[in-house]
């Protein structure tokens, strides 16, 4: 029986949060959305979804399509305007109002999220000298979310060039999770220096690759391991997370 590999990640947020992503990635003006190129790589990143066979929510199938009405939109060519002081609407006014609603919420709630951590009660055990101990934080770039790691997952695809046919019935490699999270721990451990993201997947099978995804995020969600990366776009670097 022929049964199709499903997974559902929760650390998905929605689509918005998707673009967010992209707007800030690119380094996009969010009050001038260039949308035929925030459409590819938005569509990009669905395709990974979609090759991974993980349960995409409707909401971003819906975002999509409104996307590419807007790309066909912008396409069209602009009647002329014989009034000058009649307005013409921009057709991305609509996206670009719910992104900047959405980007002022998230922020809101990262600041709520600050001043809780700081307003937890600290005990202390009398007076310790730390002098010994750096206190400086390491300076790294902002923490890789999901959809980081999604773009990291389609750029070894398309370098690997996927060799199983998508039509083709898969062979499955049958690994429970709990196992496969106690491979990659073992392995990052031995690299002190970090494992480079790619080095991870050494299967092609896709079940192998989606178990493995699914693994990393959730011993980054457990803070067993971290994600770096140096500069945009540059290789991701698994690292082991030493407990306190």
């Known amino acids: 029986m022929n049964q199709t590999y499903q997974v559902q990640i929760e650390q998905f947020q929605g689509p918005l949060d998707l673009l967010l992503h992209l707007v800030n990635r690119f380094e996009i003006d969010i009050y001038d959305i260039p949308v035929a190129k925030i459409s590819q790589q938005y569509m990009e990143y669905i395709h990974t979804m979609q090759q991974l066979e993980l349960n995409i929510a ?19 060519p602009k009647p002329e305007i014989e009034d000058l002081d009649e307005y ?48 400086k934080p390491e300076v790294t770039k902002s923490e890789m979310s999901v959809f980081d790691m999604l773009y990291a997952l389609n750029k070894m695809l398309k370098r690997k060039k996927w060799k199983e046919p998508m039509e083709t019935r898969i062979t499955r490699i049958d690994i429970p999770l709990d196992q496969r999270m106690g491979e990659i721990i073992d392995r990052v451990k031995r690299e002190k220096q970090g494992i480079i993201f790619d080095e991870l997947f050494s299967y092609e099978s896709k079940s192998h690759i989606v178990i493995t995804f699914i693994a990393l995020l959730e011993l980054m969600k457990k803070k067993q391991i971290t994600c770096k990366q140096d500069t ?12 306190e």
Do not use: C
């Open 232 to 243: 945009s776009f540059s290789s991701l670097y698994i690292y082991y997370h030493e407990s």
């Open 88 to 135: 013409e609407e921009d057709p991305r006014e609509d996206l670009m109002q719910r992104l900047i609603e959405y980007r002022k919420y998230k922020e809101a709630a990262n600041q709520l999220k600050e001043i809780e951590i700081e307003a937890k009660p600290l005990f202390t055990r009398g007076n310790v000298s730390f002098d010994h101990i750096d206190t």
């Open 58 to 76: 409707s909401e971003y199938l819906v975002m999509a399509a409104t996307l590419l009405e807007l790309k066909s939109k912008m396409l069209l």
